[in-house]
């Protein structure tokens, strides 16, 4: 995989679920922490949650309780499930390493919550 490539995001209805996966080339994925982060309309890109190669996370206040991070490194893939979706939640989603991210961040994934 030569692109980080994120997918999962639909249109959902407040309270629904969706689950994000993202591809990380493996020459990214090495051992580092990895993270998805979001950008709503007019508003800058923030680090929602990460987690370290061995599976330890760490969520933002706004995801905890209802984000869980996870990795799979034999598929050096990465993943965000999330739960009581809100609409306040709606913006483009992206994974990327966080202590050194890489330079060419994936087209997102979009997730709309309507109420």
């Known amino acids: 995989q030569v692109q980080l490539v994120e997918s999962g995001g639909d249109s959902v209805q407040a309270g629904g679920s969706l689950k994000l996966s993202c591809v990380v080339p493996?020459?990214?994925?090495?051992?580092?922490?990895m993270g998805w982060y979001r950008q709503a309309p007019r508003k800058q890109r923030e680090l929602i949650a990460r987690?370290?190669?061995?599976?330890?996370?760490t969520y933002a206040d706004s995801a905890q309780g209802r984000f869980t991070i996870s990795r799979d490194n034999r598929r050096a893939m990465l993943y965000l499930q999330m739960n009581n979706l809100k609409p306040e939640y709606t913006a483009v989603y992206y994974c990327?390493?966080?202590?050194?991210?890489?330079?060419?961040w994936g087209q997102g994934t979009q997730v709309t919550v309507s109420s």
């Open positions: 990327n390493r966080v202590e050194t991210p890489f330079g060419t």
């Open positions: 493996v020459n990214l994925y090495r051992t580092s922490a």
């Open positions: 987690i370290t190669y061995n599976g330890s996370p």
